[in-house]
Nanobody, 116 residues
Framework: QVQLVESGGGLVQAGGSLRLSCAASGSISSFNYMAWFRRAPGKQRELVAAIISGGTTNYADSVKGRFTISRVNAKNTLYLQMNSLKAEDTAVYYC??????????WGQGTQVTVSS
């Protein structure tokens, strides 16, 4: 059982930046799929960005051009660089990993709050 621990969340003004990190308890090399999801208050959970082991990425339309997902296998860490943050980006952000395509493991989440 792998454990995923997110960090880097916090309070930021609109237009600002944050970088989320997700540290895995073991090697992430075996995970083809890693991603960030988020759940905003009163809304359903949604996929923010995903990356597969070959480097292909996928982004929600709402974050394209502002967010960048990356993974460093040597550090067993997944990142999410978030720029030009908006109030509607306020949510709990979750790191996930999966063996094939889709989440098998979830982190506990980190809160991101963007003030307008």
């Amino acid at each position: 059982q792998v454990q995923l621990v997110e960090s880097g969340g916090g309070l930021v003004q609109a237009g600002g930046s944050l970088r989320l990190s997700c540290a895995a308890s073991g090697s992430i090399s075996s995970f083809n799929y890693m991603a960030w999801f988020r759940r905003a208050p009163g809304k359903q959970r949604e996929l923010v960005a995903a990356i597969i082991s070959g480097g292909t990425t996928n982004y929600a339309d709402s974050v394209k051009g502002r967010f960048t997902i990356s993974r460093v296998n040597a550090k067993n860490t997944l990142y999410l660089q978030m720029n030009s943050l908006k109030a509607e980006d306020t949510a709990v952000y979750y790191c996930v990993s999966g063996r094939v395509y889709g989440p098998d493991y979830w982190g506990q989440g980190t809160q991101v709050t963007v003030s307008s």
